[in-house]
């Protein structure tokens, strides 16, 4: 059985969840109004609609308590981080941008709130446990929603090529970053 996550933990898993919601949500809400089609728009407007939610969900975790402030960042773990997601955002193309959305960034956010929510204790971390679990069911349908659309967009080489760079460029960004999320609690 997990004994699950310290407070400290708690507050710093919270902490960074909310920032990169919260971040992700601002970013795809840019590229749904920048988008060339209306199916993309409206796949990259789902996944920053579910995004700002969970934001606000995870915003009512945040511990209030001031012998956890110094554990509580909502910003990025690292200067980096943000720049790199700066980056990521000035990326050109719908597709590409719709396929660096389900395939890195939702694809990382899920990976980390899997592994925290294998070690995240059934008492001690419950409200945390429900966040992730409606945080994850809305990952994996904006995923499979996504998965989809870009089964028809990628039909052509030279598509999935420009596709392909962009993720690549997302990824190594984000490498190189420290990650967009901290690493370390699983």
Request: a negative charge; glycine letters at 6%; proline letters at 3%.
């Amino acid at each position: 059985m997990n004994q699950g996550l310290t407070a400290v933990q708690t507050a710093q898993v919270v902490g960074s969840l909310h920032w990169a919601t919260t971040r992700l949500f601002e970013v795809f809400g840019l590229w749904a109004a920048e988008a060339d089609r209306p199916d993309i728009a409206v796949s990259m407007a789902t996944s920053s609609r579910h995004l700002g939610w969970h934001a606000s969900d995870l915003a009512e975790l945040l511990p209030d308590s001031v012998l956890l402030d110094d554990a509580v960042q909502t910003a990025p773990h690292a200067l980096e981080v943000d720049a790199a997601v700066e980056a990521i955002r000035a990326i050109p193309g719908s597709i590409e941008r719709l396929a660096v959305t389900h395939r890195v960034l939702l694809a990382r956010i899920a990976a980390r709130c899997v592994a925290i929510e294998r070690v995240s204790g059934p008492h001690n971390d419950a409200a945390l446990s429900r966040v992730l679990a409606f945080l994850l069911a809305d990952l994996r349908r904006d995923r499979d929603d996504g998965e989809a659309l870009l089964g028809r967009l990628l039909t052509d080489v030279s598509v999935v090529e420009k596709a392909n760079a962009r993720m690549l460029e997302a990824e190594s960004r984000l490498v190189t970053a420290g990650g967009l999320l901290p690493v370390g609690i699983d």
